[in-house]
Nanobody, 127 residues
Framework: QVQLVESGGGLVQAGGSLRLSCAAS????????MAWFRQGPGKEREFVAR????????YYTDSVKGRFTISRDNAKNSVYLQMNSLKTEDTAVYYC????????????????????WGQGTQVTVSS
């Protein structure tokens, strides 16, 4: 079993930045595809970004391209989401997810492909 714990959320003004962290425990996640999803008020959970096991390949939803950066440190069993130029529409609970198989392309945006989930961290962007 893998436990995922997110941190780094909070309240920030539009245009500001936050860095989310996800720490994994219970098993090394160095061979796992890692991703971030989010769920805004009254919305369904949506894909944000994912990163390949070796960190060389990343994929983003269009609305965050150029503003968010996903990265990982396999030595620390952690994944990160640097969020810049935040907008009010980025307000959501952000979830870290891990897939035991390597995912790529459009398959990687499907939440059912992920085996482990964190409890989420709230990000609120004020205008």
């Amino acid at each position: 079993q893998v436990q995922l714990v997110e941190s780094g959320g909070g309240l920030v003004q539009a245009g500001g930045s936050l860095r989310l962290s996800c720490a994994a425990s219970g098993r090394t996640t160095s061979s796992y595809t890692m991703a971030w999803f989010r769920q805004g008020p009254g919305k369904e959970r949506e894909f944000v970004a994912r990163i390949s096991p070796n960190g060389w390949s990343t994929y983003y939803t269009d609305s965050v391209k150029g503003r968010f950066t996903i990265s990982r440190d396999n030595a620390k069993n952690s994944v990160y989401l640097q969020m810049n130029s935040l907008k009010t529409e980025d307000t959501a609970v952000y979830y870290c997810a891990a897939a035991t198989q390597e995912l790529s392309g459009t398959i990687s945006i499907r939440s059912y492909q992920y085996d482990y989930w964190g409890q989420g961290t709230q990000v609120t962007v004020s205008s």
